[in-house]
């Protein structure tokens, strides 16, 4: 006998009150949705105790990965981080009084900035990345490595799918 969840019980339910509804996709999005918040519950954790908020981190990921020397534009970080110009420049003021970030004027082009990471701020992300993989182990623990890859390529085709969908909706 399968395991249930609430999903289920909820989809019960709705399958009494609806039943000419479809409700497969919801069998999948409830789902999405508790996982969510999971997750965010986990990473907020795991970035609190390296001494960085979500949005921190987010910045901070984006020069990591680019390497040394660890700077990125503007531009590419709100690409990155898919939030607004202004809201960026909000970010990375604030970053820059922690010292997280220091602004450095573009050596390509004179009118333009480059942000980049300080010392303090690779140590809480590099903190902060360890602690997330740790906590998103956890997550994952009561499942098989072939089951979460089988997953991972099963999100990346849901993810593809709904960028298309929203894309042209």
């Not at 497969?24 to 907020?44: E, I, N, Q």
């Not at 300080?118 to 902060?128: I, K, M, P, R, Y």
């Not at 182990?137 to 999100?155: D, H, N, S």
């Amino acid at each position: 006998m399968k395991q249930q969840d609430e999903v289920d019980r909820i989809l019960g339910e709705w399958a009494a009150a609806r039943p000419d509804l479809d409700l497969a996709p919801l069998a999948v999005f409830s789902r999405m949705t508790r996982v969510t918040k999971h997750v965010d519950r986990a990473r907020s954790q795991a970035f609190e105790r390296s001494g960085l908020s979500v949005w921190e981190f987010d910045v901070l990921a984006v020069l990591r990965r680019a390497g040394a020397p660890f700077r990125q534009s503007p531009k590419v970080l709100v690409q990155e981080t898919m939030v607004s110009s202004g809201t960026m420049t909000n970010r990375i003021d604030r970053m820059e009084e922690r010292g997280l970030v220091h602004r450095l004027t573009d050596p390509n082009d004179g009118r333009g900035v480059l942000v980049e990471m300080t010392e303090l701020g690779q140590t809480l992300v590099d903190a902060a990345m360890t602690r997330l993989t740790d906590a998103e182990e956890q997550l994952l623990g009561g499942m098989p490595r072939a089951e979460r890859e089988r997953l991972a390529v099963l999100l990346r085709k849901l993810a593809l799918s709904v960028g298309r969908a929203g894309a042209s909706g």
